[in-house]
């Protein structure tokens, strides 16, 4: 596996799938990371944990693009060949 756009693309794309299928209630509730206004603290006291909820929660508007982008892929893999 060559060090190609490509591939940091496909990096990207398997990050971005990892981010989506964490449940909300089930996973994120239990380690404080579902909502800022449940941190238990004040938001300025813990401020990557804070980046850290903004960024979970704005992957979840990708969901459609995400799709889109996997289709592309697993074709784009099908018909060139993934390597």
């Known amino acids: 596996m060559g060090?190609?756009?490509w591939n940091i693309?496909?990096?990207g794309l398997l990050?971005?799938?990892?981010?989506?299928?964490l449940h909300r209630k089930r996973f994120?509730?239990?380690?404080g990371l579902d909502d800022?206004?449940?941190m238990g603290c004040d938001p300025s006291e813990r401020p990557f944990q804070v980046q850290a909820i903004g960024?979970?929660?704005a992957v979840q508007y990708l969901k459609l693009p995400v799709i889109a982008a996997n289709a592309l892929t697993?074709?784009?893999e099908l018909?060139?060949?993934g390597g």
């Open 3 to 5: 060090f190609s756009l």
């Open 28 to 31: 994120l509730a239990r380690h």
């Open 55 to 57: 960024l979970l929660q």
């Open 15 to 21: 990050f971005t799938n990892s981010i989506l299928i």
């Open 36 to 38: 800022v206004n449940n």
């Open 9 to 11: 693309f496909k990096a």
């Open 74 to 76: 697993i074709v784009f």
């Open 79 to 81: 018909l060139l060949g």
